[in-house]
């Protein structure tokens, strides 16, 4: 049996997304463990930094992915419940929909819709790659749907949310490859110190601003910084680190930008991508990824920005961009907090630039312990 929960004091937001109702929905943990088969090893369906996540059928017939909150996560029932419903009301096309949650005695679980097309991880990019068919009509809409969707929660959602984990294994694909935004508000589940970036997963590392992985500011600017690579990955075809390839290849958005100072940038662009493929369209893609990643926070554009240049509605090629940092050397970070602050040192930066001291007033920042 499910119900709704009510929540009163919450300040909510809408915009391009629906007004959604108030609420959200909370299933018992008996209905959730019957609907993955006593959450079953052949209903897992992956592994992140919050915890194991499930396929489960609900009683109605509604497919559903469970995510399972690791011991991390706990906290009060309210105070967890009043989380959620924020995400619950946070609606847009390009984000992913919370169905409800579980929060009896320690369980903390969370249900979203199931996706069918699994991640842009594991299917452009994984190792045996999908049959999914990618080619530039769909790459466009994928990153451009991610751009929205990004937009919305730093631009139209008040108080704006910082997503902190843009990635490949967050970008989920539903039928007809739109993407959604997977485990946007989470860290606010998280007790103030603590951080669920999966720094064991390799490349997750790649996708962090200089000035997150090595001073924690966590701002508006370190997602778009995640999300230039991001675009990088859905252009090129490959993740953003590959430790198989030679040396001065393995980081892709070193790569990038030696081609774009070469003057080559096509020579990123994913030679699997035939027919439909606009290269004027995709180099402006991979201009706008090395804008989103440029060393100096304030030089980032905003997400609103980002949708409009890749849209061909702003223009790109007057824009001068300056060198990225790639951080590397993260590879083998450990969990804890205190091993990440004596790794932290160690980090090498490829690049001979200057990180910004802070992000801009507007733009709060939020301390994180990575
Ligand atoms: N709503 C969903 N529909 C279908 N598959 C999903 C859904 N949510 C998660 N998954 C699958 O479960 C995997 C694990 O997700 P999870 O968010 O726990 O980990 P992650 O994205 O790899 O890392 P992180 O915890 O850092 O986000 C995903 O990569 C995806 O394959
Ligand atoms: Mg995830």
Redesign the pocket.
């Known amino acids: 049996m499910s119900c709704c929960f009510m929540c009163g004091n919450n300040t909510q937001q809408s915009g391009e997304g629906e007004q959604g109702e108030n609420r959200v929905r909370i299933f018992s943990y008996n209905e959730l463990r019957k609907a993955t088969h006593d959450f079953s090893a052949a209903n897992k369906?992956?592994?992140?930094?919050?915890?194991?996540?499930f396929?489960g059928r609900l009683k109605d017939g509604t497919m559903?992915?469970v995510?399972l909150l690791s011991a991390t996560s706990r906290q009060g029932v309210r105070e967890f419940i009043n989380e959620l419903t924020t995400i619950s009301n946070t609606m847009h096309e390009n984000l992913?929909t919370l169905v409800g949650c579980c929060a009896e005695g320690s369980h903390r679980i969370l249900a979203?819709?199931?996706?069918?097309n699994?991640?842009l991880?594991?299917t452009l990019l994984g190792p045996g790659r999908s049959n999914i068919q990618f080619n530039w009509r769909a790459r466009f809409k994928i990153a451009v749907g991610v751009a929205r969707g990004l937009a919305f929660l730093h631009e139209e959602v008040h108080p704006h949310i910082i997503h902190r984990?843009i990635?490949a294994?967050?970008i989920?694909l539903d039928k007809d490859l739109t993407p959604?935004i997977?485990?946007f508000g989470?860290a606010r589940l998280l007790p103030p110190n603590a951080t669920?970036?999966?720094t064991r997963?390799a490349g997750?590392t790649g996708y962090l601003a200089p000035e997150y992985a090595l001073r924690g500011q966590v701002t508006r600017k370190s997602d778009i910084y995640s999300f230039g690579v991001l675009i990088l990955e859905i252009v090129s075809g490959r993740c953003n680190y590959n430790a198989r390839l030679p040396y001065e290849e393995q980081f892709l958005l070193e790569r990038t930008w030696t081609s774009y100072e070469q003057g080559h940038l096509e020579n990123i662009i994913d030679v699997d991508l035939e027919d439909d493929l606009d290269v004027e369209q995709a180099c402006r893609f991979l201009k706008v990824g090395l804008l989103c990643t440029q060393d100096a926070t304030k030089l980032r554009p905003s997400m609103t920005d980002v949708v409009r240049m890749l849209l061909g509605e702003m223009d790109v090629s007057t824009e001068r961009i300056t060198k990225p940092s790639v951080i590397s050397g993260l590879g083998e970070l450990q969990a804890s907090d205190q091993q990440r602050s004596s790794d932290a040192h160690s980090l090498l930066l490829r690049s001979s630039t200057t990180i910004e001291p802070s992000t801009s007033s507007s733009d709060a920042t939020t301390q994180s312990s990575l």
Do not use: C, M, P, W
């Open positions: 369906i992956g592994e992140g930094g919050f915890g194991s996540v396929r559903v992915a995510k992913i979203y819709n199931y996706l069918e699994n991640s991880q594991h984990d990635k294994s967050n989920l959604k997977s485990d989470l669920h970036v999966s997963v997750t």
